[in-house]
């Protein structure tokens, strides 16, 4: 079979393109190198809707970040997606921050961002008392939010494939002969796929399939950003996500509530050569606690829960790059922040470039937008959730104590597209694991619940595909 | 709604023992919550001797250790739900509860004793660099694996933590073929039993690497090993001591934290030292009528000194039950912070109150003394004294009967 | 020849010094009762210790399981293979002897745990 087209990458951007796309007639395939979708940047980032008032005038960030923006609560509602709409504050301390503030305030009226006001200190420290007290001004964007980015990914591919896509995991491209009106794309594995149109979302490594179709017009490095993510005891300490005023270093650290009520707090920003590296350090650790403590008092590291760090892909072109640079072929690269924000409307952007292109896109009847919401439980009354229990007594039962997550919620997370397949999979779509014991209680049910389901051995169960057993075997045999 | 006298929110050796005392004491409405498919919580896991000495004055293994409550409980046909979480307990003692047979219930109780044990810190909280392979585990996670579920983790492992499960499960996965490379312990002494560290460690020719923590993660899928380093006096990682072992496996037993998330829902005054609730000689929370025993309290060395206290619990939980007052007083117990803290915090009945304390370092020829102002009312003197090993003293009325405030302070020479 | 030891029969952990002469124990000093000094003249003549683990049920489950009284502890590792090697039927109570007479030291490996 011939596919229509197929979307190279299953992270945030190439998830909301295979949605878009699953509103026509058309053969969808959606290929990822990893064990599971959103495992690159989309799984780990700073979960932030930006207003738009960053991106310079007239950019593609600039004009799709305040475009995804207007997108986002809907996309949300669509596919049962955590969003707040929250707010965010860029602080500034001194003169010259200021006049940063004015800055990004004029820039962002000229971008269209509404609502924009500069706050003085006392504005400022009425809306958020815990905001450091030397901070003496801040641009106010009430159009900011929170999202949560891989919940949000999930859910696209998930709804894609319940509207006819196909995913195909550990798929790693690594060759793409061009025949005559159809691509052969291989894997490392062996595996083929034909498609007649390509679009490259592979994230970092964009720049490798571009290549592999002559296109040699940019690069993608990696830009490393550590995270330190708080108990949600810390999640009130801010309403707003805090922003410091951006310097020649980059934007800062920031603190901002999350959609499931943590606190985050990162990113550190440093390039680096190769792509894979996403160790955290003891000085990129510090860096966030030290840089977060001088933006907002109360941070109470001994909260915190976890560390990690993620990889955003940075193009080399200063902006997002979506382009066709032959024939059937679109590449959606570069898309470093505001990527999140900007998914929506990146989606939006790449099916009229598809249009302009001469393809012919015929809108299917049965498309469904509407995902099955994955919370749809938890943020039930108690007497639906009542309701739920009698008919399926799964979810009475709680796996996870510390997010109170249901043996009902994992094994329906277990069997909705796309489903998940190991350990971190189950956690990016439940939340079990995911609280102040991190699986310490649950793995050993969760893992048995996943063997049972797939109807795999119990030692086969890992945390992220490959190499990465939990067990090596059964006591009394093991060697 | 359903009316219970007494609700028990856990059903492991505290809750087991709160109620078995309670309704000995004379309340026979008494339910007990238990989140896992058994009563006995942890134990069951704890497949090691070493549990029972002062209470059955023989060696008993957890699961028998539990067994010995679980028929007491049996015996009196005390009623228990299993696979029952309970999601909120309210000020008024309205308990909100879920499981596959009832859906999400509410019981109306007259006394709560909280008795839902203790959390192992997890790897997030210690913020150790590197990369995020599987192959890392709380040291409980492992002993669940291994014991209850019957599979192996890994073969090549370090141990982050002396704590007791660390050192029982060097030994563990010793005995089921695993090769345990070190434990490595942050502070200058261990936070196990000695005699865990003899027959856990030493039988095995085990190192146990004091001053030493892990540093850094290494491994893209599962862990391929770890770099260890000697600390210094500030607990500071020393970069020319860093050693790279390989090792498939790193368990973590680095400390365990009362789980009190349903205390805080009760409004019940936590206590910051020990992470569990203030409660006075009764074990009675700052909330009337709510009851805290066992490692949700503060975390024990002994299962036998958790059982000791959840009779106190369930005692007093019927005497308020049944409205029975003694004579009022209220003395806060202040703690000097060489001894970290004390349980209770206050107390508020002049009776014999035993009170238990740890302190915050090892300290050797040390007088205990307790004062009230200038006045010293109690005093003992010790050979030694380790933050592993909780210590006790008894205070009798007369001696505390007029004082204001009771104030904990370790006097070393 | 003076050995130090860290008594291992109670959770007290007192800290032994025993004195010996051509193999045999002269005197033992530290302990607080009358099982640490037999603990300490086994100890130096004939270490003993108490094997816990578990067994495989025929439904795959494991079953915990303890020697129910100390065994020489160099036999440790043999008695393991022993019991890895041993499969049994289910239901079993606490106390049950699944394996008597563990390689002729006289103990017995019983469960400690009921299962069924």
Redesign the interface.
Known sequence: MIYDIAVVGAGVVGGMIARELSAYKLNLCILDKAHDVATGASSANSAIVHAGFDAKEGSLKALLNVRGSELMAKTCLELGVKYKNNGSLVIGFTDEDRETVEQLYRRGVANGVKGLRVLDAEELHALEPNVSKNATCALHAPTGSIVCPYELTIASVGNAMDNGAELLLDFAVAEIEDGKDAFTVKAADGRTVKARYIINAAGLYADAIAAMVGDTSFTVHARRGEYVLLDKESGNLVKNTIFRTPSKMGKGILVSPTVDGNLITGPTSVDIGEKTNKATTPEGLAHVMRETRENVDGVMYNQTITSFCGLRAVGSTGDFIINMPRERFVNVAGIESPGLSSAPAIAEYVIGLLKESGMTLEKDPSFDPIRAPMHAFREGSLEEKNEIIKKDPAYGRIICRCETVTEGEILAAIRQNPKPRDLDGVKRRTRAQMGRCQGGFCSPYIVELLAQEMQVPYESVTKFGGDSYINVG????VD | MKQIDLVIVGGGPAGMSAAVAAYDSGVKSILILERDAHLGGIL?QC????FG?HRFGE???G??YA?RYEQQVLERNIPYLLNTMVLDISPEKVVTATNSEEGVFQIQAKAVILAMGCRERSKGALNIAGTRPSGIFSAGTAQKY?????YMPGKNVVILGSGDIGLIMARRMT??GAKVHAVCELMPYSGG???N???CLN?FGIPLRLSHTVVEIHGKERLEGVTIAKVDENRRPIPETREYIPCDTLLLSVGLIPENELSKTAGVQLDRVTSGAVVDQDRQTAVEGIFACGNVLHVH??VDYVSEEAEIAGKSAVAYIQGLTAERTDIPLTTDGKIRYTVPQRITQKKDVTVFFRVADVYRNVTIRVSDGDRVIYSKKKLKVAPGEMESITLRPDQFADAKALSFALEVK | MVRE?????????C?LRVELEDGAVKSVTGHTCPRGLQYANDECIHPM????????ATD???V???TDRTIP?ET??AC?KLI??TVIELPVS?GQILLPDLLGTGANLVA???ME
């Open positions: 059964k006591t009394k045999g | 069951q497949i090691h001797n070493g000495l060696e008993l293994t699961p028998e067994w291994v014991n209850l579920k019957g005995l089921e039993l000695a005699r560290i003899e027959q039988d060395d002994l | 030891l860290t008594c291992i029969v109670c959770p007290k952990g800290q210790r108490t094997v816990t683990s578990t067994v495989r795959g489950r494991v915990p399981v303890k502890k440790m590792f393991m890895n090697a606490v400690t745990a009921n």
